[in-house]
């Protein structure tokens, strides 16, 4: 996995400094210009997708936490620094999963607990991305660009959308972690962790179940990931090319279904530069100011995601000392 996770890296690397190479750097340079510091405005808006995303997960958190030791502040950091080692770091997209989990543990919240309601949001944000796509298509009114067919984008739309939908019926009527778990223990020999599959199964059941909370957690979920479109609008506008909502939507939307395909591709380098170009050609935006557009995003994902990191890194630090010196 880490082999691939790296040649991935690196392939999506060679092709992301490819499209800057290849493209009109003078149209690509003009357009930061007029950008200006004004595009630095971007950096607090991404606040309202971090606190959406923490409103989501706090929903599901809600009955595991009843005195309220997760305040917000709290679980949005958490978001932050999930986002900052899921873009910043080389981990399949699963790392701040599990960061998660650990960080929500600090306040005293279970791990099984955590661990279920991180899943069941992850699944929430899968639909929700996919949802955001099938928008996407249907604003897009399934034209077809660059050799991809009508038939072959609702087919990728619907799979997308199929899977997460299928692995919460799984996991609501079934045992998937009990049933991996004897899996494992075939392979390995190692029979330490029925215990704690069978309660996770059992956690991941209860949260399913709340669907008033399920509902309210996926349409926080939907705005967290639509509210990204502005930034694609906004940073557009100040480039000199204003688009309509629709198309910022379309690019948007779009892009974050190829990222979610790509998740293997650390950073999804090159493939949200590629995505955001090819679709730009459809809607009449030139390259250069479509790749603009991506490095905005770039820019952005590296001012919150590096602080994000460093504070995670100096938290856990602190907690270690602390352990330490109440060893000794």
Same mark, same amino acid.
């Given at each position: 996995m880490k082999i691939a996770l790296y040649i991935s890296g690196l392939l999506g690397l060679a092709l992301l400094l490819g499209l800057v190479l290849r493209s009109d750097l003078h149209g690509l340079l003009h357009a930061v210009a007029l950008g200006g510091a004004t595009i630095f405005w971007l950096i607090p808006y991404r606040l309202l997708f971090f606190v959406l995303y923490a409103l989501g997960w706090d929903v599901l958190l809600r009955p595991y936490d009843p005195h309220r030791r997760l305040s917000l502040p709290y679980v949005t950091w958490i978001a932050i620094v999930r986002e900052g080692i899921d873009r910043l770091l080389p981990v399949a997209s699963?790392?701040?999963a599990v960061a998660g989990v650990r960080l929500a543990g600090w306040r005293g919240i279970g791990i099984a607990a955590a661990c279920a309601t991180v899943i069941v949001e992850v699944l929430l944000t899968l639909t929700a991305v996919w949802i955001f796509a099938d928008i996407g298509l249907a604003l897009l009114r399934f034209r077809s660009f660059s050799g991809v067919?009508?038939? *072959? &984008?609702?087919?990728? #739309?619907l799979g997308g959308l199929l899977l997460p939908l299928l692995l919460a019926v799984a996991m609501r009527y079934g045992a998937?972690?009990?049933r991996l778990?004897?899996?494992?223990?075939?392979l390995t020999g190692l029979r330490t962790l029925a215990r704690g599959a069978d309660t996770l199964d059992t956690e991941?059941?209860?949260t399913l179940r709340r669907k008033g909370r399920i509902l309210a957690s *996926? &349409?926080?979920?939907? #705005?967290?990931v639509a509210s990204a479109a502005f930034e694609v609008w906004f940073a557009l506008r100040l480039f000199g090319h204003p688009v309509s909502v629709r198309a910022a939507l379309i690019m948007e939307s779009l892009?974050?279904?190829?990222?979610h395909l790509a998740f293997l591709v650390p950073a999804a380098l090159g493939v949200q530069e590629i995505t955001l170009i090819v679709l730009g050609g459809t809607l009449g935006v030139p390259s250069d100011l479509a790749l603009a557009v991506s490095l905005v995003k770039r820019l952005r994902e590296i001012l919150w995601g590096v602080p994000a990191l460093i504070s995670w890194q100096w938290s856990e630090g602190r907690r270690l000392r602390g352990s330490t010196a109440k060893a000794s």
């Amino acid at each position: 996995m880490k082999i691939a996770l790296y040649i991935s890296g690196l392939l999506g690397l060679a092709l992301l400094l490819g499209l800057v190479l290849r493209s009109d750097l003078h149209g690509l340079l003009h357009a930061v210009a007029l950008g200006g510091a004004t595009i630095f405005w971007l950096i607090p808006y991404r606040l309202l997708f971090f606190v959406l995303y923490a409103l989501g997960w706090d929903v599901l958190l809600r009955p595991y936490d009843p005195h309220r030791r997760l305040s917000l502040p709290y679980v949005t950091w958490i978001a932050i620094v999930r986002e900052g080692i899921d873009r910043l770091l080389p981990v399949a997209s699963v790392g701040g999963a599990v960061a998660g989990v650990r960080l929500a543990g600090w306040r005293g919240i279970g791990i099984a607990a955590a661990c279920a309601t991180v899943i069941v949001e992850v699944l929430l944000t899968l639909t929700a991305v996919w949802i955001f796509a099938d928008i996407g298509l249907a604003l897009l009114r399934f034209r077809s660009f660059s050799g991809v067919t009508r038939g *072959g &984008l609702v087919l990728v #739309a619907l799979g997308g959308l199929l899977l997460p939908l299928l692995l919460a019926v799984a996991m609501r009527y079934g045992a998937v972690f009990s049933r991996l778990e004897r899996v494992l223990s075939h392979l390995t020999g190692l029979r330490t962790l029925a215990r704690g599959a069978d309660t996770l199964d059992t956690e991941v059941r209860a949260t399913l179940r709340r669907k008033g909370r399920i509902l309210a957690s *996926g &349409l926080l979920q939907l #705005a967290a990931v639509a509210s990204a479109a502005f930034e694609v609008w906004f940073a557009l506008r100040l480039f000199g090319h204003p688009v309509s909502v629709r198309a910022a939507l379309i690019m948007e939307s779009l892009m974050q279904a190829a990222r979610h395909l790509a998740f293997l591709v650390p950073a999804a380098l090159g493939v949200q530069e590629i995505t955001l170009i090819v679709l730009g050609g459809t809607l009449g935006v030139p390259s250069d100011l479509a790749l603009a557009v991506s490095l905005v995003k770039r820019l952005r994902e590296i001012l919150w995601g590096v602080p994000a990191l460093i504070s995670w890194q100096w938290s856990e630090g602190r907690r270690l000392r602390g352990s330490t010196a109440k060893a000794s």
